[in-house]
């Protein structure tokens, strides 16, 4: 006696030779629409025809690697190791590596169903795999198991970044981009026409772009990092980047260098005012709140609701350079108004034209009871694997923000994170040297309009800072594989 079929809807869930095909088709329209493209070509004019063009075609490619690389990868490189790297290397072994990570799952039909492997992007140093994740799914369940999915594919680390409901993009460093990139020192702006407040540059990010720092959506930055770890470049080169407007009177600096002024002594010309201990800091504080809170009365009786930096509001930005000296190393008199003035200060002074960057070496909530009101935070190499999330914020670590693995030959290196957004981005900030803090003080406090640089060696019309900035990028264009960004993702993936 036969047996009835009792599963509902059998014949929807068979994979028959007819739908694979189809599947296949529509997943991978280029690598297909290729193969036919070659095998029309080639009834219509011959293979060995073909073949000779394909040769030439090669040849050239090669040649256009070997004279222009970045040019290349830009154009054509990335595309070719994104479809390479999407079938030999991801999609070959995808699906064993999700069952061994324990990402796969089972449907009550006892199929077995993994993550579907959408596209790859690949760049000099990183690929980026775009999964649909299955049903019931979490992104955390994949940053539980990053580690093992970097080991499966050879990768130093991998991150993950949530790209829409359902969807994610696995990140797979492949090299270490600071060991070759160079990071050259952004050109100090002379005009105040160049600076804007959303894009201060400082340096470069991972993936070989230009990163700047923003003070209109930005708004505050906590600097966490141990000694030795760049604090002072990002400082320097902020500085650096607001030049032309800290000359005009357009900027107003606010510093507090507890330390005896040893980080910020040598530009106590460009300051409006300066502390050098933490008694004086809590002067600038006050002053600083104080002269804050007259302007929003001001501009509330005047019905202004935007700020715009002018001589009469200039922007106000508050330099600390070690917030532990004044929140928890000081008299508890002290300590105490200074939370308070500067957590007011953080909360009511953004629209009035008011800004926060503060330093500290612990970024724990017993010395930095304010840290959850900076908005923005940048973790520097740090000494303890807990101080990352007290830095970045909880579970940030689990996403790839290995802030206690920053080699101490990597000064400069820090994982940034601003609110609303759920990944960390990896970037250095350019070494800021005693040299090119010299030419911002002469800079920024002459009264020329414009400002010749001396040369020290009368045999050399370039004097030595110029020197040596020249002597870097050169060095830097030799030796760097720099790709630029087109800003468009969706085109970078290769959907085969």
Known sequence: MAVRETRVNAGDTERTPARVAIGFLLRH?????????????????????????????????ASWA?????????????????????????????ADVAFRCGLASSNRHGQS???????VRSTWCWDSVRVRILDGQAAEDFEQVLDRLANAYNARRATLRTLKPNMISLDFQ??????????????????ESAVNLERLPLGRDEYGRDFALDLVGGIHYLIAGATGAGKGSWM????????????????????????????????????????????????????????????????????LRNWTPSAEHPLDLLLVDELAAMTEYTDRDISREF???????????????????????????????????????VALRLEEASYVDMALGEGVRDRGAFADQIPEYMPGVAYLKQDGKR????????????????????????????????????????????????????TGSLDVEYIEDDGDDDEDFDVA
């Open 236 to 303: 320097w080169g902020l500085l650096r980047a607001l030049a032309p407007w800290i000359r005009s009177g357009l900027v107003r600096l606010w510093v507090i260098d507890p330390k005896g002024g040893m980080e910020f002594g040598q530009g106590a010309e460009l300051f409006h005012r300066f502390a050098t201990d933490d008694q004086s800091g809590l002067d600038v504080t006050r002053e600083y709140v104080d002269a804050l809170d007259e302007r929003k009365e001001a501009m509330g009786r005047a019905g």
């Open 339 to 377: 939370v308070k003035l500067l957590s007011k200060a953080l909360t009511q002074f953004r629209a009035v034209g008011g800004r926060v960057v503060g330093a500290t070496q612990e970024p724990t909530k017993e010395v930095i009871p304010m840290r959850g009101l900076f908005p923005t935070t």
């Open 113 to 119: 169903l993994v993550p579907t492997l959408l596209a």
């Open 423 to 474: 990944e960390p981005l990896r970037v250095r900030a350019a070494y800021t040297a005693d040299d090119d803090i010299t030419e911002l003080v002469r800079f920024a406090t002459s009264e020329d309009a414009t400002v010749l640089d001396f040369p020290t060696d009368t045999g050399s019309g370039t004097d030595s800072a110029d020197a040596a900035d020249t002597e870097q990028t050169e």
């Open 66 to 94: 070997v004279l222009d690389r970045p040019t290349f990868d830009r154009f054509a490189g990335r595309l070719l190791r994104a479809w390479w790297r999407r079938w030999a290397v991801y999609r070959r072994k995808w």
């Open 174 to 191: 492949r090299r270490e981009p600071f060991d070759t990139l160079m990071v050259p020192l952004p050109e100090m702006p002379r005009e």
């Open 29 to 61: 329209p280029r690598s297909v629409g290729s193969l036919a493209a070659v095998g029309i070509t080639g009834c219509y004019i011959g293979f060995h025809t073909m073949l000779i063009g394909v040769g030439v075609a090669v040849v050239a490619g």
